[in-house]
């Protein structure tokens, strides 16, 4: 067990090491996020009075098609080298490998949230609660577990970009659901966010141990 | 006619008896009219498309576990036929919420939950062509079989919390008139047939698509661990 955690941990810093010597994939990911609430401005045509009911769907938007990219090139980058191969020879257990790079897809997600949320205070003029960014780390946990699951996947499948946001957006939709019924409570619309941030834990704790279950069967091919 | 053939012909039969059990027998509903005639088929295709998932659920995970091709045709043929019959749940459904909801669509618990059913079913045909065919399609296609059991009662729930419009289940709640409760079981019990019928087609279709060689390789492959152990 703590052989486990100790491989996950190598395999997660190898990951922000590696994002730290060339800083591609978060730069990129803040931008994408900034446009998309550039893009969201023109869409919507945002004033005072509609945005605190617009910005959740923005939020969600902006950041599950920022962690499909996240997660798809976690997987991406170990795929060009054919590293994930040699990592798999290794006497190491492919669970331990799979959440070595989930962990570090998560924190790179993270860090792009840490821009995505002050950006939506700044132009929409929401608050930025904890109860919000709460909400958001919780989603993101789950969803970084079944998305990296199934980038690791189509990493190895034709058409790839293609297959991710297919198989896993309709499973990114408990914790939107949750999650944007939490984000809806903190930015002022009503209603109560308990019964949506305990959901949004049962959810994590489902996926979380289903992908562990399943994880095996996807990597160790 | 071979087997297949009959099999097939049989459950069109009973399907046109169904026909006529909802259009002749069933009387006509007081406040919805002709339009309630939707609901036989509609729920009866609905509970075909859950067993074929659940096929698919129980077909992946023997896979996972003892890597059976016989489980794994399966899988592919429930999802095959349970998209067909999901697709055919979304379709009558519209058509009843058209004239009942004034409109063919709301952000429902149950219409959400059976759109992103759809989805999923739609993307787990999709790896299995995209994907190398065999080992990996089988493996992958599995995985996503047994996520997509689990995120569906999960969405259905987690949309409940906040917004419902579709008709609760009535048959259980004893709300139908006997002749209307008989024509219902009489279609669930046909299309169930007619679903069954179609996996057993569709996993003969699968088996000849896989060929001969299949099982041979397999067989192969076994013989040739056996010859590599040491003689005793």
């Given at each position: ?8 941990l190598a ?12 800083r ?5 990911l ?7 609430l550039v ?9 005072a009075?509609?945005a605190?009911?617009?910005a959740?769907?923005?939020l969600?938007l902006?950041?599950?098609f920022?962690g499909?990219v996240a997660f798809g090139?976690?997987f ?8 994930l191969?040699?990592?798999?020879m ?8 799979f959440?070595?790079?989930?962990m570090a897809?998560t924190?790179l ?11 939506l205070?700044l132009f ?5 609660t904890?109860q919000?960014v709460l909400a958001v ?17 189509v990493?190895?499948?034709r ?8 198989l896993t957006?309709p499973?990114?939709i408990p914790?939107?659901?949750a999650?944007?019924q939490?984000v809806?409570?903190a930015m002022g619309?009503?209603?109560n966010s ?9 959810f994590?704790?489902?996926f ?14 | 006619?071979?087997?297949?053939e009959?099999?097939a ?5 009973l399907?046109?008896?169904a ?14 009219g002709q339009?309630?005639?939707i609901?036989?088929l509609?729920?009866?295709?609905a ?6 998932f659940?096929?698919v659920?129980v077909g ?14 399966f899988?592919?043929?429930g999802?095959l036929?349970g998209l067909v019959?999901?697709t ?7 058509l ?7 409109t063919?669509w709301?952000w429902?618990?149950?219409l959400?939950?059976t759109l992103?059913l ?6 787990y045909l999709?790896v299995?062509?995209?994907a ?5 399609a ?5 995985v996503?079989?047994?996520f997509?059991?689990i ?5 259905h ?7 419902t419009?579709?008709p609760?289940p ?14 219902f079981?009489?279609t669930m ?5 007619l679903a069954a ?18 099982e ?10 056996r010859?590599?152990?040491?003689v005793?």
């Amino acid at each position: 067990m703590n052989n486990t955690i100790a491989i996950a941990l190598a395999v997660a810093r190898k990951d922000l090491t590696s994002e730290w010597r060339t800083r591609e994939l978060v730069p990129a990911l803040a931008q994408f996020v900034v446009l998309a609430l550039v893009i969201a401005n023109f869409g919507f045509q945002i004033d005072a009075h509609n945005a605190p009911s617009i910005a959740p769907g923005v939020l969600w938007l902006a950041l599950v098609f920022a962690g499909l990219v996240a997660f798809g090139r976690a997987f991406a980058a170990e795929r060009e080298q054919s590293s994930l191969e040699a990592m798999l020879m290794t006497p190491a257990s492919p669970v331990a490998i799979f959440a070595g790079k989930a962990m570090a897809a998560t924190l790179l997600l993270v860090m792009c949230e840490a821009v995505l949320l002050p950006a939506l205070t700044l132009f929409f003029g929401t608050p930025l609660t904890a109860q919000l960014v709460l909400a958001v780390l919780l989603a993101t946990i789950g969803m970084a577990a079944v998305g990296c699951l199934f980038a690791a996947m189509v990493a190895r499948v034709r058409a790839r970009e293609l297959l991710l946001p297919l198989l896993t957006l309709p499973l990114f939709i408990p914790f939107i659901v949750a999650g944007g019924q939490a984000v809806q409570v903190a930015m002022g619309n009503g209603g109560n966010s308990d019964q949506a941030v305990g959901l949004l834990v049962d959810f994590d704790i489902l996926f979380v141990v289903l992908t562990s279950l399943t994880a095996r069967f996807v990597l160790d091919e | 006619m071979n087997r297949f053939e009959q099999a097939a012909a049989a459950a069109v039969g009973l399907m046109v008896l169904a026909a006529g059990a909802i259009f002749f027998y069933a009387p006509t509903d007081a406040l919805q009219g002709q339009v309630q005639r939707i609901f036989y088929l509609h729920v009866s295709s609905a509970i075909a498309a859950y067993g074929c998932f659940a096929v698919v659920l129980v077909g992946g995970a023997i896979y996972l576990r003892s890597g059976s091709l016989v489980a794994d045709r399966f899988a592919r043929a429930g999802a095959l036929v349970g998209l067909v019959f999901t697709t055919v749940t979304l379709v009558m459904g519209m058509l009843w919420a058209k004239p009942i909801w004034g409109t063919f669509w709301a952000w429902d618990a149950r219409l959400t939950s059976t759109l992103v059913l759809w989805i999923i079913y739609a993307g787990y045909l999709l790896v299995r062509r995209l994907a190398e065919p065999g080992r990996q399609a089988a493996r992958f296609a599995a995985v996503v079989g047994i996520f997509g059991f689990i995120d569906v009662p999960v969405v259905h729930f987690s949309v409940t919390w906040w917004r419902t419009q579709h008709p609760g289940p009535i048959i259980v709640n004893d709300a139908l008139p006997p002749e209307m409760l008989a024509t219902f079981l009489f279609t669930m019990a046909c299309t169930l047939v007619l679903a069954a019928v179609m996996v057993m087609i569709r996993y003969r279709i699968e088996t000849l698509a896989d060929g001969p060689g299949v099982e041979t390789a397999q067989v192969v492959s076994a013989v040739k661990s056996r010859e590599a152990e040491p003689v005793q």
